[in-house]
């Protein structure tokens, strides 16, 4: 089961989070994503949030990620999660557009 909300900001990621929790998922179940690593990194520590790692996506891909464009880290962490390469690709672009993506799967 996985769900996925677009968000413009830190605010918004934060009440999307706290909808995930409500309706079941864990902390360690909710990931987010934007597009420029440091502010995926902040959003995360500020709100709590698990990040998208080796337990996640696996030893080869979590390496591979060193030599990928950061569009092509995001779709691969994105697959890793439970999203085809389709969905992956749609909001990558919402990524890149400057919103957040803030992802509750059980399938990782």
Partial sequence: ???VKVVENG???KEVVE???RSG???KEIY???HDKTRSEDLEK???VNNIGVSEQGLFDSMSNIFRSRGDELR???TSLGLSQ?????YEEQLDRGKVIVIASKVA
């Fill in 86 to 90: 389709p969905e992956a690709e749609q």
């Fill in 25 to 27: 998922f864990t902390m």
């Fill in 19 to 21: 909808q995930f929790a």
């Fill in 32 to 34: 987010l994503l934007a």
């Fill in 76 to 78: 691969s962490k994105m």
């Fill in 46 to 48: 500020a709100i709590n």
């Fill in 11 to 13: 605010v918004q990621a």
């Fill in 1 to 3: 089961m996985v769900n």
